[in-house]
Each structure stands twice: as structure tokens, then as C-alpha cells.
């Protein structure tokens, strides 16, 4: 190749086989003279030279080609131990024609020396905890923080890419973390997390907790700033897991977990299993929608402990009744012990409350349904109960879509009074959203008009909902199906 007196690049740039992708070089190899390779050019000669450029500066010595020197070879330089100090740098080497002195420059490699550790000239600050941590870590409080430790360690000078934590809970090393490129936004941070299981481990712990940095080059921090934490994660006031408490009504047919409109005026019980952790002296607290019932708390007494039976604790009606109703209000307790700082609970019962005020229809029910085409003497006969007689349901108060409507037709042989004569049970789809904006609508079949034939229909119906049962008032109509004073064949 024609050599040019020109420090335009021509040659492709050299590697450092030591340095990261970037250039960085790692701080292990900072003791001795630095590797450089790259290959020999088109047409070398043995006049040539080669000699390293540190930022367009040349170092070192410069070397001559060898006869074995070919195209594509590998050639071998060192950066000068006394050149590897702090900064960045551009690498690059210069081929010099001896004879004629042109020379032709490479392009450049970057390089980057850190000698500096992750947070100098300052101490690192400490792991930042969330306050519940300052007086103590309880077993509760880590629940509610989703049985994970957050520890924010904020940014130091220096903070960059790679830069590796290290976290120490007094010897024992914990759980650490690494720079990524999200962290560098403001404010600039990495969250290491503590899982229970890890914290643990580490029993009652009580001491100080400090990090350390290493940065890519591998330089070390000094230990951070401690933080002392004090955990208290072990010692449930009852050892193990709670059964769900269940729910009872005062009424001797109430079913468990379910308040209905009977017993939602009156006082319940909460019936606790009795857990042989449960101990004299230690407190128990019912939580229904998150509001405690017991005023003061139950004491659990010698006599349960000897006893060791369930214990059946009188839920006030005035505490639970001023929260409402619903299909799923929650459930639980609490047991507390003095001088431990944790609190066990039980898993939450899902219970269902209802009251007269939510039945369909309210309290006194739905009104009654409606025969709607009878005639001037309010009776069906053989000219408007041809095709049936059409009955219409009115929307009633506290009507839900999915509710089911069960439609009763009861005939009797007397226009006032008089015996059961038959009866036609009709039960409805789920009610649709139309249906509770514009009622419900069915018919009675002519057939079941002509079995009643002449006397008095009664109509009623009840409603199933999620919100309970709600019955309707009664509806009359006289029924005259007779043919020239005659019963239909059916009815006789």
C-alpha cells in the first residue's frame, strides 16, 4: 500500500482484547502493559514501522515489519504501563514509511480507564426501607407490603450501566441487584427486594444492614452508610393457619354464613374453631366488612383453653347491621397476645347479608300480578279467555335482571269462596333488562281457564333473587267459561 504523509485513517482500527465491547478496561488489568493486535495491511514492507497513537499522541515503540509479516497476520503492541491512567481515550496506530517518512494512520478504537470507586469522594447513603421499618419489621406489616422488602439504594456519583450491588444484613449476604438503563431515569435508583422466605432465615435479626457497589471496571465502593433493622417475623401469637370463622343467624333454621331478612334484625354469632395455639389472656377480634364487632375484644379465658371447644362469640346487631348488606362481604379475626407486636389472622368467609328492605319488591313485597283483558264485570268468559287470559307483572322495587319469576294460577268453584279447583304453575327465563324496565308478560292457557270453568281465579307469584325471596300480593278474577250454562267436556 502507498503510504500518504496524512492522518486520515485508512487502516481498520486495532482491538484491545482485555477491553469490554465499549472500551472499558477492567481494573485486573491495569498491572502490567496493555495488549493491542490488529492485522498487517496489503503490500507491507520491511522499511515500514508501526507504532502506537494514544489519543493522536504516538507511545511506546515502534516496531519494523518482519519478512514473516503477511497480509492478514496478526501484529502485537503494548500501551505503556505509565499511560494507563484515568480517562477516555482514542487508540489507534501509524504505519511510517522509513525512507520516505509519509505515514498513513488507522481508525480509531475507544478506551476508557476507571480508577474510581462507585460513589467517591462520598459515603454511599444507606438502604432506604419504607417507614414501617423503623420500629420494627412485624409479620403483618410484611404481608401488607405483599411479603416482599423493598430497599432503595438512590444514586451516587458515579452511578452508571452495570454497576453491581451487594447487600449485607450484618455477615449474611442478602439478595442484590444491578444497574440497568431504566434506572438511570430520574430519580435515579435500584430497588433490591427481600423476600420473606430470606428474611426468615435470618431469625430475630437485629443489626446493621449496608451495600456495596462494584462498578464494571471493578472497582469496589466502601461499605454504605448502615441502617439498623430489627425484624420481628417469627413469633405469631398462634403458630400455623387460622380456620375461616363461620357466620350463624339467630333463627333455629339459619344456615351458616347467610344473614337473611329474619336475622338481619337480630344479634348473630361467630363460632371459632377452637386452634390449640390459642392461649388464656391473648385477644380475639371480629372483622366484618373491616370494621371490628368485639368492644372490647374477647379474652380468651382458662376455661376455653381447658375446655378446648369452639367458641360461639355473640355478634351484636347493632355493630354489623349499619354496614348493610351483600352477596359478599368478608369475614375474619384477629388474634393478638401482649408484648408480640404480630397479629395472626384467619383466611376471610364469604358471607351473604340481607335485609326486607332489598327483597324484591321491598318489604311488602311486589304488587299483585295483573289479569289485564277482562270484561266490564271483571271475570274472563269464553270471548276474551279465548286464546288464554294474558297476565302482566309490573316492575317491582329492587327488580334484577336473572331474576326468576314463579307465576301460581289457582282456581276455585265458588265466585266468593269456594274450594280448590285447580291450579297452573308457570316459571319464567331469567328476567332480562327489557323485562325490568317494562314488566313481565304471560298467559294463562285456555285449557287451564276451561278446568277452573265457572268460579273465582286467585293469582299470585314469587320472585327468586340474589338479593332473596319476595312474595306478591294476591290478584282475584271471576271466571265464567261456561257455553250456554254448560262446562266444557274438560272440566266436567
Given amino acids: 500500500m502507498t503510504l500518504t504523509t496524512s492522518s486520515t485513517p485508512v487502516f481498520d482500527k486495532p482491538d484491545v482484547p482485555a477491553a469490554f465491547e465499549d472500551g472499558l478496561l477492567p481494573l485486573s488489568t491495569l498491572g502490567a502493559p496493555v495488549l493491542v493486535t490488529f492485522k498487517v495491511w496489503d503490500n507491507p514492507s520491511t522499511r ?28 502485537e503492541l503494548y500501551i505503556p504501563l505509565d499511560q494507563l491512567i484515568e480517562g477516555k481515550y482514542q487508540l489507534a496506530y501509524r504505519v511510517t514509511d522509513t525512507f520516505s517518512e509519509e505515514f498513513t494512520d488507522s481508525f480509531p478504537s475507544p478506551v476508557e480507564i476507571d480508577t474510581t470507586a462507585p460513589g467517591y469522594p462520598t459515603t454511599l447513603a444507606p438502604l432506604d426501607f419504607p417507614s414501617v421499618v423503623s420500629d420494627g419489621l412485624t409479620s403483618e406489616e410484611l404481608t401488607q407490603l405483599g411479603d416482599v422488602l423493598p430497599g432503595t439504594v438512590h444514586g451516587y456519583n458515579g452511578f452508571a450501566i452495570g454497576d453491581r450491588v451487594r447487600t449485607f444484613w450484618g455477615a449474611t449476604e442478602g439478595p ?11 430519580p435515579r435508583k435500584v430497588i433490591i427486594e427481600y423476600p420473606r422466605a430470606f428474611l426468615e432465615s435470618l431469625d430475630d435479626f437485629n443489626g446493621p444492614v449496608f451495600y456495596t457497589v462494584t462498578d464494571r471496571a471493578g472497582n469496589s465502593s466502601q461499605d454504605s452508610t448502615a441502617i439498623d433493622v430489627l425484624l420481628l417475623l417469627n413469633s405469631l401469637p398462634v403458630p400455623g393457619d387460622l380456620r ?16 337473611d331478612e329474619n336475622d338481619f334484625e337480630r344479634d348473630a354469632s361467630a363460632v371459632i374453631a377452637w386452634n390449640p395455639g390459642l392461649r388464656e389472656g391473648q385477644n380475639i377480634q371480629l372483622f366484618w366488612a373491616g370494621q371490628p364487632m368485639f368492644e372490647p375484644p374477647y379474652s380468651v ?27 359478599d362481604i368478608r369475614v375474619q379475626y384477629s388474634v393478638t397476645q401482649a408484648g408480640n407486636p404480630n397479629t395472626s389472622r384467619s383466611p376471610e368467609q364469604s358471607i351473604i347479608v340481607r335485609s326486607r328492605d332489598e327483597l324484591p319488591g321491598g318489604p311488602a313485597g311486589p304488587d299483585a300480578p295483573l289479569f289485564t283483558n277482562l270484561n266490564e264485570n271483571g271475570a274472563v268468559n269464553t270471548v276474551n279467555g279465548r286464546d288464554g287470559a294474558p297476565v302482566h307483572i309490573a316492575p317491582y322495587l329492587n327488580i334484577k335482571a336473572g331474576d326468576v319469576i314463579h307465576f301460581l294460577y289457582e282456581g276455585f268453584d265458588q265466585l266468593i ?18 323485562q325490568t ?34 312474595r306478591s300480593k294476591r290478584q282475584s278474577a271471576y271466571v265464567d267459561m261456561r257455553v250456554a250454562g254448560v262446562c266444557p267436556p274438560a272440566s266436567r
Fill in 48 to 75: 515500514e514501522t508501526y507504532q502506537l497513537l494514544w489519543n493522536e499522541v504516538p507511545i511506546g515503540n515502534s516496531e519494523f515489519i518482519k519478512p514473516e509479516d503477511q497480509p492478514g497476520n496478526t501484529l
Fill in 176 to 186: 442484590g441487584g444491578e444497574v440497568e438503563e431504566d434506572d438511570l431515569e430520574e
Fill in 244 to 259: 375461616r370463622p363461620v357466620i350463624r343467624g339467630a333463627s333455629p333454621e339459619a344456615v351458616d354464613n347467610l344473614i
Fill in 301 to 327: 379465658t382458662e376455661g376455653d383453653v381447658a375446655a378446648a371447644r369452639d367458641l360461639h362469640l355473640p355478634v351484636l346487631n347493632s355493630r354489623f347491621k349499619p354496614l348493610g348488606t351483600g352477596s
Fill in 417 to 434: 269462596g269456594g274450594n280448590p279447583k285447580n291450579q297452573w304453575p308457570h316459571t319464567s327465563d331469567p328476567l332480562t333488562e327489557a
Fill in 437 to 470: 324496565r317494562d314488566g313481565y308478560d304471560l298467559r294463562v292457557p285456555r285449557a287451564v281457564l276451561d278446568a277452573t270453568c265457572y268460579g273465582h281465579a286467585e293469582a299470585t307469584f314469587r320472585v327468586d333473587s340474589v338479593s332473596g325471596t319476595g
